[in-house]
């Protein structure tokens, strides 16, 4: 079976291409052009043309090449036993799950997610599933769909929790803030957190500290930051 992760955000991938190219096709061609009053000289494209054709190119390397890196990095913060149970929030495909799951020998690996399509290209649980099973996990992992901000996990439920750009797709700063709230009540005393986003790093980083874990940031592959965080081993 064909391994695929696919693409990252493939809308704005697609139509920031598209206005790109569309761009530096005016300002090659030299099409100067009115609309009603306002004129629109050829020269005016040039730099727009070219910051969305390369933030493009950028996004799609990161899907091909840059989140494999990226995965590993996160991983590496792990110091492994290979009995942990392991969550990932927003598994998606299954890239940062099953990385995990190969560290793992007795333990067990979940990712949940609602598979939105515009998140992660042919996002669905079936894709996610032929990925374990080509990259023979399949047996320490399993797939539930449910929110991050409504997990229903028992409480101090997992050793490890990890994540990469899924709560900034929650719209709303009150349900990333549950999602947060709900990430900490499934860890585990001694459990670990390792996630990175591409905004609101530093405000997930105030919500676990309210939760009572001690925190660390700091910055990878631009512009993603990475945050760690530990709960207590024993509650005050």
Known sequence: MKIDYGIDAPRAVFYLALCGLAALVIAIFRLDFHLGIFFFPHTGFYYPGIGMTGTALLMLDYSKRGKFRHRD?????????GDEQVLDVGTGRGLLLIGAAKHLTSGHAVGIDVWSQKDLSDNRPQRTQSN???????????????????????????DVIVSNQCLHNIASSAERDQACAEMARVLKPGGCIVMSDLMHTKHYAEQFRKAGLTVSLEGWYPPLRILYAVKPATSP
């Open 132 to 158: 374990f099973e080509a990259e023979g996990v399949a047996s320490r992992c399993e797939l539930r769909n449910e929110p991050a901000q409504k997990m229903t996990f028992p409480s101090a439920n997992f």
């Open 73 to 81: 990095r996160l991983l590496a913060k792990i110091p492994w036993r």
